[in-house]
Every structure is written in structure tokens, then in C-alpha cells.
């Protein structure tokens, strides 16, 4: 069927000027978005997440803004329970002119000699603003437990509407390895400071090697591991198809607990 959200917000004189972002992580399955009468995106596949930039379709500061989101579910278009309309969560983002994005962050961390791990990270600086911004970009290392394993300091400088890719490089000795039974995640900080903090973002990641072997098989930190897999659709059986955190948490320990440690989320 055919199902309409709508929702008011006013942008405050203290984000005027700065990016205002709405992310959906989910709405199934044609999604459109209007924002004060104006249609801002069309999304027509229900299991990917959209964001949209709504700073052209907002009224100036201090005047109501109306956003208005319509998902159609029509068809014969799954085989299982795919749920309608809005079943994820959605998010206000606002940052300033010159931020970064955790879409087009990436940590690899597979490489592994010895006691020592090589962690290789990849970034993109954005501008949106028309002025050339300098600054500094800062990265930081956190260990499982929290602590500071290393960190490095960039300068920035970056032209009016322009995306910078930028890539680092960090030995971390004596690394907590990731595994399915000790999942130790490290923490990527990354802040940008360009007349004051300009933007912030973390990205959590596992040090860990993967490889297949014809003789051995899937090999986890060079050891041979049988994947005990199941497949997962996005529904929590009475619950429906909305996404509830605990209800998550709670198929993932389900999961575990009853012998399994992949599951198929294509």
C-alpha cells in the first residue's frame, strides 16, 4: 500500500550556514522525499540507505519547515516479508562547510607479520563552502580498552567546493587480533579543526587476516576456521520488519549462542 510521514523542524540561527543532511537507512521500497512542497529524491529500492542534502529546499532560519516522505509497497516484489514504508532509522545531520563522511572512510586492517600490524586508512576531506579553508587533520588510534596506540597530525588545505582524498599509514605493535570468539575492535578518531572544530567521526575496526586455502580452507589469523553460516532476512518475526536496536542486538546473541558465526546479509 501507499503510506505518508510528515514531520516539522526549524533550522536555529546557530546552523545557519552549515550542511543539513537527512539519512534514511531504510524505507521500503519507493521512497519519495519533499521538503516545503518540493520533491528533494526518489529512492525506489527499500534496502539501501539515501541521504539527502535539504539546505536548497529549507526556508531561512527561524521559519517551520515541513518534509513530507511517501513509500509506495506495490506488487508481487519479494519473496519473504519485506515490511512497508519507514522501518529504519532516520537522522538529522548537520555539519559545517568543511567535514568528513563515514561513507568514504575505510580501514584496512588485514595485514599482519609478527607482532607487528599494519593499518591502512583512507578518507575524503570535503569542502562545500566557496572559501578555501586550511587546518589540521587529526587521527587517532584507540585500543580496545580505550587507550592511545598511535596518532598522527595532517595540515589541510583545501580549495572553495573541493574533495581532498587522503590516506595514512600506522604500525600498531602487539595488536588484540579480531575473532569470532574475541572480537577486540579499535576506534579511528578522526577530527578536522579549521577555525575550531570543524567536524568529527569514528570508525571502529578489527586487525585481523583473512586468506582461503585449497588445503585448509577459510584460514582466520592463519588459522584454519569452519564458517557455520545461516541466512538472515531483516524481519524480527512478531516484531515486523522495523529495525529495533535491542531486537538486533538480541538475533545476533540468538544466533551465537545457538553454534553460529556467519550469517548471509546480502
Given at each position: 500500500?501507499e503510506?505518508?510521514?510528515r514531520?516539522?523542524?526549524?533550522?536555529?540561527?546557530?546552523?545557519?550556514?552549515?550542511?543539513?543532511?537527512?539519512y534514511?537507512?531504510g524505507?521500503?521500497?519507493?521512497?519519495?522525499?519533499?521538503?516545503?512542497?518540493?520533491?528533494?529524491?526518489?529512492?525506489?529500492?527499500?534496502?539501501?540507505?539515501?541521504?539527502?542534502?535539504?539546505?536548497?529546499?529549507?526556508?531561512?532560519?527561524?521559519?517551520?519547515?515541513?518534509?513530507?516522505?511517501?513509500?509506495?509497497?506495490?506488487?508481487?516484489?519479494?519473496?519473504?516479508?519485506?515490511?512497508?514504508?519507514?522501518?529504519?532509522?532516520?537522522?538529522?545531520?548537520?555539519?559545517?562547510?568543511?567535514?568528513?563522511?563515514?561513507?568514504?572512510?575505510?580501514?584496512?586492517?588485514?595485514?599482519?607479520?609478527?607482532?607487528?600490524?599494519?593499518?591502512?586508512?583512507?578518507?575524503?576531506?570535503?569542502?562545500?563552502?566557496?572559501?578555501k579553508a586550511?587546518?589540521?587533520?587529526?587521527?587517532?588510534?584507540?585500543?580496545?580498552?580505550?587507550?592511545?596506540v598511535?596518532?598522527?597530525?595532517?595540515p589541510?588545505?583545501?580549495?572553495?567546493?573541493?574533495?581532498?582524498?587522503?590516506?595514512?599509514t600506522?604500525?600498531?605493535?602487539?595488536?588484540?587480533?579480531?575473532?569470532?570468539?574475541?572480537?577486540?575492535?579499535?576506534?579511528?578518531?578522526?577530527?578536522?579543526?579549521?577555525?575550531?572544530?570543524?567536524?568529527?567521526?569514528?570508525?571502529?575496526?578489527?586487525?585481523?587476516t583473512?586468506?582461503?586455502?585449497?588445503?585448509?580452507?577459510?584460514?582466520?589469523?592463519?588459522?584454519?576456521?569452519?564458517?557455520?553460516?545461516?541466512?538472515?532476512?531483516?524481519?524480527?518475526?512478531l516484531?515486523?520488519?522495523?529495525?529495533?536496536?535491542?531486537?538486533?542486538?538480541?538475533?545476533?546473541?540468538?544466533?551465537?549462542?545457538?553454534?553460529?558465526?556467519?550469517?548471509?546479509?546480502?
Amino acid at each position: 500500500g501507499e503510506g505518508w510521514y510528515r514531520k516539522e523542524f526549524v533550522v536555529g540561527p546557530e546552523d545557519a550556514g552549515k550542511i543539513i543532511s537527512l539519512y534514511f537507512e531504510g524505507a521500503y521500497n519507493q521512497a519519495e522525499v519533499w521538503i516545503n512542497g518540493r520533491k528533494a529524491c526518489f529512492n525506489p529500492y527499500g534496502y539501501i540507505p539515501f541521504k539527502i542534502d535539504v539546505n536548497p529546499y529549507c526556508n531561512a532560519p527561524g521559519i517551520p519547515n515541513t518534509i513530507a516522505v511517501k513509500v509506495i509497497n506495490e506488487g508481487l516484489n519479494s519473496r519473504w516479508y519485506a515490511g512497508s514504508g519507514i522501518y529504519r532509522h532516520v537522522w538529522m545531520v548537520k555539519t559545517d562547510k568543511v567535514y568528513l563522511d563515514e561513507w568514504d572512510t575505510f580501514v584496512d586492517a588485514s595485514e599482519v607479520k609478527g607482532k607487528k600490524a599494519t593499518v591502512r586508512l583512507h578518507t575524503i576531506l570535503h569542502n562545500s563552502g566557496g572559501e578555501k579553508a586550511a587546518g589540521d587533520l587529526h587521527i587517532r588510534i584507540l585500543s580496545p580498552q580505550g587507550k592511545e596506540v598511535c596518532s598522527a597530525t595532517r595540515p589541510i588545505s583545501a580549495a572553495g567546493k573541493s574533495d581532498i582524498p587522503l590516506s595514512f599509514t600506522f604500525d600498531i605493535g602487539k595488536p588484540e587480533l579480531w575473532s569470532v570468539d574475541t572480537p577486540s575492535l579499535y576506534t579511528a578518531c578522526l577530527s578536522v579543526k579549521s577555525g575550531g572544530l570543524s567536524d568529527e567521526i569514528t570508525v571502529p575496526f578489527g586487525i585481523r587476516t583473512i586468506e582461503f586455502s585449497a588445503e585448509k580452507g577459510f584460514l582466520l589469523n592463519g588459522k584454519p576456521l569452519k564458517l557455520k553460516g545461516g541466512c538472515l532476512h531483516h524481519d524480527n518475526g512478531l516484531l515486523g520488519a522495523v529495525a529495533i536496536d535491542r531486537a538486533e542486538e538480541r538475533k545476533v546473541e540468538l544466533m551465537k549462542a545457538n553454534g553460529f558465526n556467519a550469517v548471509r546479509c546480502s
